[in-house]
């Protein structure tokens, strides 16, 4: 590594929601905050030209320089950015298994992130030749959207690093901003908005019919329903993301036998032009309430969980510490019913790795079980992945049966379908 720098600042308000999420994790869990991905090479890329290319993202991105002190839990600070990196990038000859199960392996090795950069990355060769670069980070260093800004300027920079445009800030600037005066004002806010939903929402979760502790996924492939959902959108003059989310949150309303549901959002935070291409964690939770969530008319809840979804999403950037102690001074509140992120992926993904069958052949849709990878996060969270070829709907969920777990998922696909008038 290069020559470490001493100063240190605030984490951003992204950052600083990871760290709440990993700060008490057992040794044998720290690498569940870990994302891998498996980058394709065009013909003829040599090491020398990968090496280049991902020293240019290294340089351009203060993110992937940067470490932090964490000795306290309390007051975790990131360092600013080191000058050089170690800019060597192992080779690991292909031995048969797939790309993405290889950067997966990676992705079992910890970071310990006082030390080191919040990313690794190997070059896959085939008989000496180059094939994809495997990419595992930290989720503390890139989110979703960031590790796809990451992938797309590393091609760029595999023909030419000049390409790629001004450098975009990093998460110091961020932080700089969200501390600023306006930001204080913006967190101010974003308190008040959790204060008046956590005194509003009514008692309300899914029972614990699972084994104490344990955690079932799976995820439901469906070409029929990704149809279903945008014809429903169009109906409801809404996202097709808004419509998902209607029919998860009637279904798990159902179960709960609440009409009124407290939800956790995925917000981005990319919203502002400045920040569109920083690359580090900006995705936090968001609170939203929900209600009449066990209605029939599924248009009319899509509108409503679109204007919920818009308020929570304006108040995205907020202090987790903060949100922390106003739920300690509330302790009757309601716990979070569910959490719903929506990811629309042009093409085939490699996050969908069991493709939906064809709409035309009348087949059902498919469920499939999974061992998770990390179980960090809200109690019933769903992550829905729209593809070209449909909708591939994961449901994560603690101490909640195989039973319940793939009766939530067929209701909410039934009522996407039904709801569209399709068979």
Known sequence: MGERMTAAGPLSLGQLSVWHDIRDLPAHRRHEPNNAAAWPLPRGTDAARARTALRALTA?????????????????????????????????????????????????????????????????????????????????????????????????????????????PGPADLAADQYGPAGLRRQAAALDHWAQLLSHAPPAALPRTGAAGGTVQ??????SARP????????????????????????????????????Q???ANRFAGRWKTVVTSMNQWVPALVEQ?????????ADA????????FRHGMHDVTAVAALRAGMPDAAEPACAFNYVAVP?????????PPDPRSGRPPTLTWEEPFTTIGPRCYVRALETDAGLAIRLTAKDLGREHCAALLRDLHDGLLTAAGRP
């Open 265 to 267: 959002l995925m917000s």
């Open 60 to 168: 351009r991105h203060p993110s992937l320089r940067t470490r932090y002190e964490l000795q306290d839990a309390d007051a975790p600070r990131q360092l600013t950015p080191d000058v050089d990196t170690d800019d060597t990038l192992p080779s690991v000859p292909d031995d048969g298994t797939a790309p993405d199960r290889r950067a997966a392996e990676l992705a079992h090795q910890p970071f310990d992130l006082g030390r080191q950069h919040g990313w690794r990355a190997r070059l896959l060769t085939r008989d000496g030749t180059p094939t994809h670069l495997l990419f595992v980070k930290h989720h503390i260093t890139a989110d979703a959207w960031a590790q796809e800004l990451l992938h797309q300027e590393f091609r760029q920079a595999l023909t030419g690093p000049d390409g790629l445009g001004p450098t975009p």
């Open 228 to 263: 279903a959902a945008h014809a429903l959108a169009a109906r409801a003059r809404v996202s097709v993301a808004s419509v998902v989310l209607a029919a998860y949150v009637r279904s798990v309303a159902r179960i709960c036998g609440s009409d009124t549901l407290l939800v």
């Open 293 to 301: 969530a066990r209605t029939d008319d599924l248009v009319a809840l």
């Open 218 to 223: 799976a995820t439901l492939h469906s070409a």
């Open 305 to 312: 969980v679109h204007w919920s979804g818009l308020t929570a």
């Open 347 to 355: 093409g085939g993904s490699p996050l969908d790795t069991s493709p």
